[in-house]
């Protein structure tokens, strides 16, 4: 396989596009007779400033070529419905297809967003449900469903953090996060006015409670983390923080992009968080990747609620004893909307179909797996090849996904994790976060989830096993990788700054 001159046949045909297929004349379809005399002028029949000036540059091809075409663009993507995807942080749950099915009943796909309350009444009450669920499994009372992604919903929460304290007669100037916090969270603490300051871990992988005090002080609007953090383990001294940023008059900020290793277990309220974001593409089974749809819930103590955006879902029973259902705009303290209409309507019927027909015992059960799935697995890579050149940065008992260090690999077999990462393409495998979070030295993260059955995770391991094994007589294999993908190694470098966006005719 080394340096393989030969292309695959989707390596050979990778540059063709379905305009590069078109032949003048070719047509897929017929359309019927339109039902009017054939020399009428078509201004007669279509308004003038409705009619192009010149033909539309589409593609002129036969019925058969368009389905073999999008056939073999489909087979090019690597998916959950592909192999094994055990990308840490950004998790890809299975997405059970009953969630589909449920979301594409014509009451739900074909609903418009601008109809009434009257006449959605269904609809605002999955948006009900879907709200006390989240409550509950959050342990915080309110729920906004409005933020469109989980950063959407971090820069929401930290808008509401400004309200309260203006509320309160406070202007505080700083955020706190540490330095194993997700990449978006400095990121939303600069786009809502506040200055990020970072907070250090210790030898266990938690937050470092000496520089915590030493930074903690009442110029702090919020303090942002995961529990578990993005090196998958769980803080021990989470009720000592929540006690720190309280007494100061902070607010406590969970970001929930790792809810789905306790979820059922523990709840972010219990642990002393005022405000939760809930990426329901990561922890309820939204499919996600592309850029979206997303939706990123917020829920909040009582002491925020005031603040949260409008329109909330409520209800009032009715004289006759009846759920109504309703949105309500009468919030005067809100920070308004922060997006259109009330949110991705299909991800939350999604979410919500995965939530009821999991049920409270079946998500806990959700959790067990995917940190079970996780403590095997870093197990296994603890052995052999693994353990010698990738172990564990933190190794601790994990949660849902745990850290391995490439250091070892890069300095005595001179790979990169990159490279590690491209050659478990070629043995079928997506490969696992890199780089990430950036306090390990060549970080390798991996999240299984909790679907994933044993031969599985034992594949993945042998497959690392193989590769380091090979690498240790002719590193230069995995360097080259990947092989059989249909594009072969990128030039990173140039696709950075010599980006091709507009499509070549």
Same mark, same amino acid.
């Given at each position: 396989?080394?340096?393989?001159?030969?292309?695959?046949?989707?390596?050979?045909?990778?540059? @063709?596009?379905?305009?590069e297929?078109?032949?003048?004349?070719?047509?897929?379809?017929?359309?019927?007779?339109?039902?009017?005399?054939?020399?009428?002028?078509?201004?007669?029949?279509?308004?003038?400033?409705?009619?192009?000036?010149?033909?539309?540059?589409?593609?002129?091809?036969?019925?058969?070529?368009?389905?073999?075409?999008?056939?073999?663009? #489909?087979?090019?993507?690597?998916?959950?419905?592909?192999? %094994?995807?055990?990308?840490?942080? !950004?998790?890809?749950? +299975?997405?059970?297809?009953?969630?589909?099915?449920?979301?594409?009943?014509?009451?739900?796909?074909?609903?418009?967003?601008?109809?009434?309350?009257?006449?959605?009444?269904?609809?605002?009450? @999955?948006?009900?449900?879907?709200? #006390? #669920?989240?409550?509950?499994?959050?342990?915080?009372?309110?729920?906004?469903?409005?933020?469109?992604a989980?950063?959407?919903?971090?820069l929401?929460?930290?808008?509401?953090?400004?309200?309260?304290?203006?509320?309160?007669?406070?202007?505080?100037?700083?955020?706190?996060?540490?330095?194993?916090?997700?990449?978006?969270?400095?990121?939303?603490?600069?786009?809502?006015?506040?200055?990020?300051?970072?907070?250090?871990?210790?030898?266990?992988?938690? @937050?470092?409670?000496?520089?915590l005090?030493?930074?903690?002080?009442?110029?702090?609007? !919020?303090?942002?983390?995961?529990?578990?953090?993005?090196?998958?383990?769980?803080?021990?001294?989470?009720?000592?923080?929540?006690?720190?940023?309280?007494? !100061?008059?902070?607010?406590?900020?969970?970001?929930?992009?790792?809810?789905?290793?306790?979820?059922?277990?523990?709840r972010?309220?219990?642990?002393?968080?005022?405000?939760?974001?809930?990426?329901?593409?990561?922890?309820?089974?939204?499919?996600?990747?592309?850029?979206?749809?997303?939706?990123?819930?917020?829920?909040?103590?009582?002491?925020?609620?005031?603040?949260?955006?409008?329109?909330?879902?409520?209800?009032?029973?009715?004289?006759?004893?009846?759920?109504? %259902?309703?949105?309500?705009?009468?919030?005067?303290? #809100?920070?308004?909307?922060v997006?259109?209409?009330?949110?991705?309507?299909?991800?939350?019927?999604?979410?919500?179909? +995965?939530?009821?027909?999991?049920?409270g015992?079946?998500?806990?059960?959700?959790?067990?797996?995917?940190?079970?799935?996780?403590?095997?697995?870093?197990?296994?890579?603890?052995?052999?090849?693994?353990?010698?050149?990738?172990?564990?940065?933190?190794?601790?008992? !994990?949660?849902?996904? %745990?850290?391995l260090?490439?250091?070892?690999?890069?300095?005595?077999?001179?790979?990169?994790?990159t490279?590690?990462?491209?050659r478990?393409?070629?043995?079928? %495998?997506?490969?696992?976060?890199?780089?990430?979070?950036?306090?390990?030295?060549?970080?390798?993260?991996?999240e299984?989830?909790?679907?994933?059955?044993?031969?599985?995770?034992?594949?993945?391991?042998?497959?690392?096993?193989?590769?380091?094994?090979?690498?240790?007589?002719?590193?230069?294999?995995?360097?080259?990788?990947? +092989?059989?993908?249909?594009?072969?190694?990128?030039?990173e470098?140039?696709a950075?700054?010599?980006? @091709?966006?507009?499509?070549q005719?």
């Open positions: 396989m080394k340096g393989a001159a030969t292309e695959t046949p989707q390596q050979a045909d990778r540059a @063709v596009t379905i305009f297929k078109s032949v003048p004349g070719r047509r897929a379809a017929q359309l019927p007779a339109a039902g009017v005399e054939e020399d009428t002028p078509i201004a007669e029949l279509i308004p003038g400033h409705l009619l192009r000036e010149t033909p539309a540059e589409l593609p002129e091809v036969s019925e058969p070529e368009i389905v073999r075409h999008y056939n073999r663009i #489909s087979r090019r993507n690597f998916d959950l419905d592909t192999g %094994f995807y055990p990308l840490g942080s !950004c998790t890809m749950k +299975y997405n059970p297809r009953v969630n589909e099915r449920v979301a594409s009943l014509p009451g739900f796909a074909a609903l418009h967003p601008g109809t009434s309350a009257d006449d959605a009444q269904g609809a605002l009450e @999955v948006m009900f449900l879907l709200q #006390s #669920s989240l409550s509950e499994i959050c342990g915080l009372p309110h729920v906004s469903l409005q933020p469109s989980g950063s959407q919903g971090e929401t929460g930290l808008l509401l953090a400004r309200a309260y304290h203006a509320d309160q007669g406070r202007n505080p100037g700083k955020v706190l996060t540490p330095d194993t916090a997700h990449g978006t969270n400095p990121a939303s603490v600069t786009m809502a006015g506040y200055e990020v300051v970072k907070v250090a871990t210790d030898s266990e992988g938690g @937050v470092d409670l000496e520089d005090r030493s930074k903690i002080d009442d110029d702090v609007a !919020c303090l942002m983390l995961t529990n578990p953090n993005t090196l998958g383990v769980f803080d021990r001294n989470i009720t000592e923080i929540a006690r720190l940023a309280h007494e !100061c008059g902070a607010l406590l900020y969970y970001d929930g992009a790792n809810l789905n290793a306790v979820m059922g277990q523990t972010p309220g219990d642990m002393g968080f005022d405000i939760v974001h809930v990426n329901l593409h990561k922890s309820f089974s939204q499919p996600h990747g592309g850029g979206g749809p997303g939706a990123g819930p917020i829920a909040v103590s009582d002491r925020v609620e005031p603040y949260l955006p409008r329109p909330q879902v409520v209800f009032e029973v009715t004289e006759g004893g009846l759920l109504k %259902f309703d949105l309500d705009f009468d919030r005067p303290r #809100s920070i308004g909307r997006r259109g209409f009330q949110g991705n309507f299909g991800v939350f019927v999604r979410s919500l179909a +995965y939530i009821l027909s999991l049920g015992d079946g998500l806990a059960e959700a959790s067990r797996l995917a940190v079970l799935n996780a403590n095997y697995l870093k197990k296994r890579l603890s052995e052999g090849r693994a353990g010698r050149y990738l172990p564990v940065a933190f190794d601790r008992h !994990c949660m849902h996904e %745990f850290v260090s490439g250091a070892a690999m890069k300095r005595e077999l001179g790979l990169r994790t490279d590690l990462a491209k478990l393409l070629d043995f079928g %495998f997506h490969p696992p976060t890199v780089y990430f979070p950036l306090l390990v030295e060549e970080a390798l993260m991996v299984p989830v909790e679907t994933e059955p044993k031969e599985q995770l034992d594949g993945f391991a042998e497959a690392i096993e193989r590769i380091l094994e090979e690498a240790e007589s002719d590193p230069e294999i995995a360097r080259q990788a990947p +092989y059989s993908t249909p594009v072969r190694r990128l030039d470098v140039a950075t700054r010599k980006p @091709v966006i507009r499509q005719r």
